[in-house]
């Protein structure tokens, strides 16, 4: 199992539709990241969170410690938010100051027009 | 725009060959972590660098190796290279080790034949 889950892996919306993707971990973490990559590679950081909502534009995202969950909400979605939405989970490795960042697979979101 | 630039692009190895990678930072990120995204996955964790000491690693065999310079650009070297090297690699810098945001470049696309 991995250490951490996504869901959907895809979705297709229309335009104007509330999404929702979901993200469980199964370790304690003290940081969860929502990243977005394009066809092509890049990747942007849309959020980092250790604690409650963060709302940027039409993004919002919440996590909640104990359940160990998180959720990437896009309101009044349009075609250009298609992209895949990744969460990742920062992770302090065994010892001494080591982080390290362990993604989820990916939700691949296409928002039709 | 990210401030973190990759370099190449694409590239096309043979079996066996070796291969240097290349990530320039933001001025100021001491913090650089490198990761493999094969197709369809969300990236793994090679390894981070922390003013040009490794500073954590993931489970990738030791041909996998790196260098992090004082002007903030940094490498991925990678010797033997193996059919199932062929992935995007991305490196991502932060100003510094603990759950800071992320900052990521737009990979180099990596082929190996």
């Known amino acids: 199992k991995n250490e951490v889950e996504q869901s959907p892996q895809n979705l297709t919306a229309q335009e104007g539709e509330f999404i929702t993707i979901n993200c469980s971990y199964s370790?304690?973490?003290?940081?969860l990241h929502w990243l977005q990559q394009h066809p092509g590679g890049g990747i942007v950081s849309l959020f980092m969170l250790s604690s409650g909502k963060k709302k940027h534009g039409r993004l919002i995202a919440t996590i909640n410690i104990q359940e160990k969950h998180s959720s990437l909400h896009i309101t009044a979605s349009h075609p250009r938010d298609s992209a895949v939405y990744i969460c990742a989970v920062m992770v302090r490795r065994s010892g001494g100051s080591n982080y390290k960042l362990t993604f989820g697979k990916g939700t691949l979101l296409t928002v039709n027009p | 725009e990210t401030g973190v630039t990759q370099s190449p692009t694409h590239l096309i190895k043979t079996r066996g060959q070796q291969v240097t990678l290349r990530c320039s930072s933001q001025?100021?990120?001491?913090?650089v972590s490198w990761y493999q995204q094969a197709l369809g996955q969300g990236p793994q964790f090679i390894f981070q660098?922390?003013?040009?000491?490794?500073?954590g690693r993931g489970n990738f065999p030791p041909r996998f190796s790196g260098l992090q310079f004082p002007n903030y650009s940094s490498e991925l070297n990678v010797n033997a290279l193996e059919l199932d090297d062929s992935a995007l690699y991305l490196c991502?810098?932060?100003?510094?080790?603990?759950?800071?945001?992320?900052?990521f470049g737009p990979g180099t696309r990596l082929t190996v034949l």
């Open positions: 370790v304690g973490i003290s940081a």
């Open positions: 991502a810098s932060s100003a510094d080790l603990i759950a800071d945001t992320q900052y």
């Open positions: 001025s100021g990120h001491n913090t």
């Open positions: 660098y922390y003013r040009e000491e490794e500073n």
